[in-house]
């Protein structure tokens, strides 16, 4: 009878409030909710229950206890009631949240915290309402101690625990589980020889179930607290407290406090990875955007835990201090799953980027909104050191492909937008330039938009310095092979050009761009030595064959004209002399637009090779003047020797030890008197010792004196010279010592048998003073 007009009053009662709910205005939510609570409370005074506990605890005339019982002391009547009223309780419960337009737990899990008891009167005053009102938007910080409400004697019924568990009646169904498990250590100390072991072992299993439904249902509220702060606040202040009373009650083996981190550390990821990500292929820049967008969703999550979670929590518990940590524990995650998907450049640089310097800059963990919660020593993203590794490699990798494909883009474009077109080189500051190496070196022009060096480089550096050195070996390792690549493609088709003078234009431009990627890798021979010296040197190999091809190509124009000097015809024409000079003015002027540091030794081996064939005919004894034709000879020597000296003066030569020779062998070839030549001979050895006496008996056979006892005196001189130059060491013309020009030139052997006779034989024949 007591069970049907309790039951009677509930239904009348919540009819009351459901229809004022529903019909009602927003303005009056607050008042009908404060009716809900109140009516709650004032059910709960109704309860059977309650009112058996009540009579229980005056019979024993104890607050805190319970009456020991055994498990017969369960009637089926009892149980059957207590069946009936966890279900009246939870049709009430649902028809009440549909009224309040909550739904139900399965169509709506983001339950309102409102739905706990309000303690307040249905008859609330105005003011009393706007008070209220005024308090839910105060935070309030929950207390490190607590009172824990009285445990029940008697427990509600496992189906019945479990259906406060659904509904998020913690704090209830939680002092059920503790009155509950009191009894089951009752039982246990109590149970004798004859007790069924098979009741206590349910009653077990049925305790462990429930404390695991009690924990997946704490695990939700905490994992969804971060999404919806508001709705959690009175739910979370209860997990803290079955969290802190069952660590004072020894936990149980279970890690409550563990396992509350792990459910932060859910909830966190759970907005992690409801972050947007799209796909490479839908958006290039779809990883850049990501982190963007990862970085605002931790400052936000963070930003609501500062301002409404960590009021629902004990101190002890440190909130704050655990979500960063959470933050930092789920970010590495997130980032090694990234690192599966990334497949570019940019994007291995932006994962380094992110980890290096954003999140712990004021976009993210320094942000102002976090602080001074957030501490500088909290800030840093803790990546293991293997992942931190791994992406470095994977980036220098990467880096070393997509600079390979570039550098066969640049010899690509070269090939089909000079060569094919045949173009003129474009001169800057009046020399001959070429894009490859500003397209190596940096990746400003449109046309190219390839990988360069500068900017890894710099981009590493902005990392750390173990990325710059890493990145730097990649580049010129990579780069050590290009222009080697460069140069066989460009003899290949320079092999069928008809254009020459193009071809020399060309040849030079690769000389200076080589030169200048040169200077450039310089600047890193600090920061890796070993392998800018590798690259340098094969840097300058390539410029030199390069050079030297361009000087075999004049040797190649110039050689039949230069056979022809110093012999009848060219005393006889100026034709083949006009010719080379024609030749070497343009060289000249080509070799304006070389760079200066190549000018002067390019121009000084052309110096060098002109001179040594020039004089090569000399040698041979191919023609002797007669008839006084050696002092027109000489002219025409000097002559000619004066304009070659003023064409490789403007070419930059530094071999102007090589202008002398001119007129050493113009004084021998006109001088008159036979015996006049010896006085010639001291200044011709001093500037060129690798002479020989051969040397000399082919200029003495050209000019006429082809045998005789002068000659034989003037040879004899020569070889008295040179002895006294090695006895002296040539201290005063050491340099002298170090050229070579003679020796590289081969002698016509002499036909005269008096040739090597020694001076002493003729010293009978000598007139006596």
């Not at 020569?718 to 090695?726: N, R, T």
């Not at 002298?736 to 005269?752: G, M, V, W, Y």
Request: include cysteine; charge should be neutral.
């Amino acid at each position: 009878m007591e069970m049907k007009e309790w039951d009677s009053d509930v239904t009348d009662s919540e009819d009351s409030v459901i229809n004022g709910v529903t019909h009602g205005n927003n303005d009056s939510v607050d008042r009908k909710l404060g009716m809900l609570g109140s009516l709650r409370a004032s059910l709960r005074s109704k309860s059977p229950l309650t009112k058996l506990t009540q009579r229980s605890k005056k019979k024993d005339g104890t607050s805190g206890g319970s009456p020991l019982r055994s498990p017969q002391s369960h009637t089926r009547a009892q149980s059957e009631s207590s069946v009936a009223l966890g279900d009246l309780l939870m049709k009430k419960g649902a028809s009440l949240r549909r009224s309040l337009r909550l739904g139900s737990k399965r169509h709506a899990p983001e339950r309102s915290a409102n739905q706990e008891p309000l303690h307040c009167v249905v008859e609330a005053s105005q003011s009393e309402q706007s008070t209220s009102r005024s308090e839910v938007t105060e935070t309030v910080e929950v207390r490190e101690s607590y009172v824990l409400p009285e445990i029940p004697p008697l427990p509600l019924s496992v189906m019945q625990i479990n259906k406060l568990i659904e509904l998020e009646v913690l704090e209830e169904a939680h002092l059920n589980l503790l009155s509950l498990r009191r009894e089951f250590h009752q039982q246990q100390e109590e149970a004798g020889p004859d007790a069924s072991p098979v009741e206590l072992a349910h009653l077990e299993k049925d305790l462990h179930l429930l404390y695991g439904a009690l924990r997946t249902k704490m695990a939700a509220i905490v994992r969804q607290s971060s999404v919806l702060p508001a709705r959690n606040k009175e739910l979370l202040v209860q997990v803290a407290r079955v969290v802190q009373e069952e660590e004072r009650r020894g936990g149980g083996g279970w890690g409550w406090r563990d396992f509350w981190r792990d459910a932060v550390r859910d909830g966190v990821r759970d907005v992690l990875q409801a972050v947007h990500l799209d796909t490479p292929e839908r958006n290039t820049s779809w990883l850049a955007v990501h982190l963007g967008l990862l970085g605002k969703a931790i400052v936000e999550n963070l930003e609501r835990v500062k301002a409404e979670l960590q009021a629902s929590y004990p101190p002890s518990f440190r909130v704050f201090d655990h979500y960063v940590d959470a933050c930092h524990q789920v970010t590495t995650e997130h980032l090694q799953r990234l690192m599966g998907r990334v497949r570019e450049l940019k994007d291995y640089y932006a994962l380094l980027d992110f980890m290096t310097h954003r999140y712990h800059s004021e976009r993210i963990m320094g942000s102002f909104s976090l602080r001074p919660e957030v501490k500088e020593e909290q800030r840093e993203l803790r990546i293991p050191e293997e992942f931190h590794q791994d992406i470095k490699k994977q980036y220098c990798r990467q880096l070393q492909v997509e600079l390979r494909g570039s550098l066969e883009k640049v010899l690509q474009l070269e090939r089909e937008e000079m060569w094919e077109e045949q173009l003129q080189p474009r001169v800057e500051e009046g020399l001959f330039e070429s894009h490859i190496h500003m397209d190596i070196w940096t990746s400003d022009r449109d046309r190219a938009k390839a990988q360069s060096v500068q900017s890894p480089v710099v981009n590493a550096r902005r990392i750390d310095a173990d990325l710059e050195q890493r990145v730097l070996h990649t580049c010129l390792s990579e780069l050590q092979l290009f222009p080697r690549r460069l140069e066989e493609e460009f003899m290949r088709w320079s092999g069928s050009l008809l254009d020459e003078r193009l071809w020399g234009d060309y040849t030079i431009t690769y000389i200076n761009s080589f030169s200048s990627l040169r200077e450039h890798m310089e600047s890193y021979k600090d920061s890796s030595p070993d392998q800018v010296t590798q690259l340098s040197i094969e840097l300058e190999g390539v410029e030199l064959r390069l050079r030297h091809a361009l000087l075999q190509h004049y040797m190649n124009q110039t050689k039949p004209l230069l056979r022809r000097m110093m012999t009848r015809k060219w005393l006889s024409t100026d034709d083949d002399f006009n010719q080379l000079l024609k030749r070497t003015q343009d060289l000249r002027e080509q070799c304006t637009h070389m760079g200066p540091n190549h000018t002067q030794a390019f121009a000084s081996a052309v110096h060098l090779y002109v001179v040594k064939e020039y004089i090569t005919p000399l040698m041979k004894n191919n023609y002797s003047c007669r008839n006084r034709k050696n002092q027109r000879a000489a002219t025409k020597l000097r002559n000619q020797w004066s304009q070659l000296r003023e064409l490789f003066h403007e070419m930059r030569s530094t071999a102007d030890w090589l202008h002398p020779l001119g007129d050493h062998l113009s004084d021998i070839i006109g001088q008159k008197d036979k015996s006049d030549i010896k006085t010639h001979l001291p200044a011709l050895v001093e500037d060129y010792p690798d002479i020989s006496k051969r040397h000399v008996a082919a200029v003495l056979f050209f000019r006429g004196l082809t045998h005789g006892r002068e000659r034989q005196l003037i040879l004899q001189r020569v070889a008295e010279l040179k002895q006294e130059g090695q006895n002296a060491g040539n201290a005063g013309n050491t340099e002298a010592h170090q050229r070579s020009l003679f020796s590289h030139i081969p002698a016509a052997a002499t036909t005269d048998c008096l040739a090597h006779t020694p001076l002493s034989c003729f010293t009978s024949l000598l007139p006596h003073t």
